[in-house]
Each structure stands twice: as structure tokens, then as C-alpha cells.
């Protein structure tokens, strides 16, 4: 009667049973989304030749949507525009990498896992060759440890690189932290 995308089996006793879903749907944060979507709208974009949306687990142990697109030269900032005009906000990307080529299994399909393997293993970046300042620094330390990762630069938004309406809480604490003047942070008080 309904097309609900799960898959499941009649049991001798009239009862249905469960068996998973037969679509690239995922639940973040609440919502369903479908990374097959999330592709289709990266793909709108005229640059991008491949692309994969593969779910990860963040750093506060929830689920994160992750965007591969190649070539890796692709402006990401652009890719995020085009997709806020395609998609709703629950559907976008916390991270978006870019890379040449896309790994493949040995049977040619592409590799998943390896891509998630790439990307906790990427290094930071910066997008304005600057050296930064000591503020600067402790703010991308701080940022680091919340997010788990720290492929973010001094303009990145702090929701497009990973951050959640609820890790915001833990960012903003260890700001006051980091940023506590030491008289206060001996006493143990955080203004």
C-alpha cells in the first residue's frame, strides 16, 4: 500500500519483520535524509565530475554527513551556495572535501570506507597563507578538539565544517575556558 523504501518479509504467523532499508536513506540528527538526493544536488553543481555523500559519526558520538566531491580544486564555498539552493538546511553537508580521483574496491566500485578513512586522517587547511595570530590559534585549537578534526580556515563556517546546534554549547564553554582570565580560572570560575 506504501512505499516506504524498508524491506521486510511476512512470517508464518501473519507478522511482518524488519529487515533494513533498500534505499541510501539515513537518519541525522532526527531527520531522513537521502544520500542518493544529497549526490544528485552536488552533481548540479557545473564543476564537480564525481561526488559521494557518506554518513560518519562525529565527535559527540552523533551521526554527520559527509560530501566527497572531485576534483579536488573545487571551490568549496560555491559548492555550499549551490546546494543551500537545492536542498534544505538538515540535508547539507557538515564537510565537504575534494579530491582528484576517488578511491575504488578491487572490483571498481568506490571505496566508502577508504573515504572516510581519508577524511579523519585530513590535515588542515588554510585558505589565506597567513601565519595566524596567538588568539587565532587558541580559537582553532578550541575548534579542533570540538569538531574532532581541524580541516577548517580562519573564514570557515563553524556549522559547514561539522559544528551542531548542540556542539555550539561545548565550543562556546571551552572558548570562556581558554579564554578565562587566569585569576579566574585558578578560582574555577568561568565568566
Do not use: C
Amino acid at each position: 500500500l506504501y512505499d516506504t523504501h524498508d524491506r521486510g518479509r511476512a512470517m508464518p504467523d501473519d507478522s511482518l519483520q524488519f529487515i533494513g532499508r533498500i534505499d541510501d536513506t539515513v537518519k541525522i540528527r532526527g531527520f531522513r535524509v537521502d544520500l542518493q538526493e544529497v549526490e544528485r544536488a552536488l552533481l548540479g553543481h557545473p564543476g564537480v565530475h564525481q561526488a559521494a555523500a557518506i554518513v560518519g559519526s562525529a565527535a559527540s558520538g552523533g551521526a554527520t554527513l559527509h560530501a566527497f566531491v572531485s576534483p579536488a580544486s573545487l571551490d568549496r564555498d560555491a559548492i555550499y551556495r549551490s546546494l543551500r539552493d537545492r536542498l534544505p538546511a538538515y540535508m547539507l553537508p557538515s564537510t565537504v572535501v575534494g579530491l582528484d580521483e576517488f578511491p575504488l574496491t578491487d572490483r571498481g566500485k568506490l571505496d566508502r570506507a577508504r573515504l572516510l578513512q581519508h577524511h579523519a586522517a585530513r590535515g588542515a587547511t588554510s585558505g589565506s597563507g597567513r601565519t595566524p595570530t596567538e588568539t587565532e590559534r587558541r580559537v582553532s585549537d578550541v575548534w579542533a578538539r570540538t569538531l574532532g578534526h581541524n580541516d577548517f580556515s580562519f573564514g570557515s563556517n563553524f556549522f559547514e565544517v561539522g559544528g551542531t546546534s548542540l556542539t555550539v554549547f561545548s565550543l562556546v564553554h571551552r572558548l570562556r575556558t581558554a579564554f578565562a582570565p587566569n585569576w579566574l580560572a585558578r578560582l574555577g570560575w568561568i565568566v
